[in-house]
């Protein structure tokens, strides 16, 4: 018997990295999972995006665990296609009872050398694809009386960094999202919460793989963190993640940081 045993979860930027990880994690809970992933091409970007081959080789780690796993091809900043993922998801598995809105895309460098184009992409893929998923997802949750959301914010959204300003702007936005939400459907069933990672060692970071520390910016964290490791895994975030959306449902509006000992340099 699994923990999520019969539910059905809908993740973004499900192909790869985190959102992979989030899928098996799920799914060996019992859970039946929809990745969405591979959006349009994007410019600036020092990594590739998703694919739909890694969305497939996705949803065969999944069926590997027994599981079930619908992927769709999807960019969270279309608004129709969030809502026709999610009226997908539910046509076919009969509910929607965790949303992992986890797509996200990053670009570093002097705020006076972001673009026009960069600085879109960053809000409308981190920001306002978090917003299409979340009003796509929260009616059916209203219906069913019951819901799991789990926001994917960054230890960016809790602080400063330099060279990361656009990116934190987005990460710093999606907590206010959550939270404000999260108290439109306290008393429906519905819980939403943040996760805050720092840097996980997945293709947004070292996109021709190995182990080795390949960016200054990374580096420059890392001497920061009080454990001293470069990064975390994927899997690191995803025992969160499983915390929260397995919650009875008195854990709402909150931020789980997972940030190698950051949160005690906070306030």
């Known amino acids: 018997m699994g923990a999520l045993d019969g539910r059905v979860a809908f993740i973004t930027g499900g192909a790869r990295g985190q959102g992979r990880a989030h899928a098996l994690a799920l799914a060996a809970e019992g859970a039946n999972v929809v990745i969405a992933d591979a959006p349009r091409p994007m410019s600036g970007l020092t990594y590739p ?18 599981g079930f796993c619908l992927p769709i091809t999807m960019d969270v900043r279309d608004p129709a296609a969030v809502s026709a993922a999610v009226e997908e998801t539910v046509n076919r598995l009969g509910s929607l009872d965790v949303v992992v809105a986890n797509a996200g895309i990053v670009s570093t460098g002097l705020l006076e050398v972001v673009t026009d184009e960069i600085w879109h992409q960053l809000v409308d893929t981190n920001l306002t694809g978090v917003f299409h998923t979340l009003r796509a997802a929260i009616p059916v949750m209203r219906r069913q009386r019951f819901g799991r959301i789990v926001v994917t914010s960054s230890m960016g959204g809790r602080m400063g960094i330099p060279e990361l300003a656009a990116y934190n702007a987005t990460k710093w936005g999606v907590i206010g999202l959550a939270k404000s939400v999260a108290l439109e459907v306290a008393k429906e069933g519905i819980t939403v919460n943040v996760i805050c990672p720092t840097t996980v060692q997945t293709p947004m970071v070292r996109p021709e793989g190995g182990d080795d520390v390949p960016d200054d910016l990374v580096r ?31 854990v709402t509006g909150s931020v789980l940081e997972i940030g190698l000992g950051g949160s005690a340099r906070m306030h």
């Not at 995006?49 to 027994?66: I, W």
């Not at 454990?227 to 449902?249: F, K």
């Open 220 to 250: 420059r964290m890392m001497k920061g963190n009080p454990i001293p490791q470069p990064w975390i895994a994927p899997e690191d975030v995803s025992r969160g993640l499983l915390y929260l959306v397995t919650d009875p449902g008195v």
């Open 49 to 66: 995006l998703g694919t739909e081959d890694d969305l497939r080789v996705t949803a065969k780690h999944v069926e590997e665990l027994g």
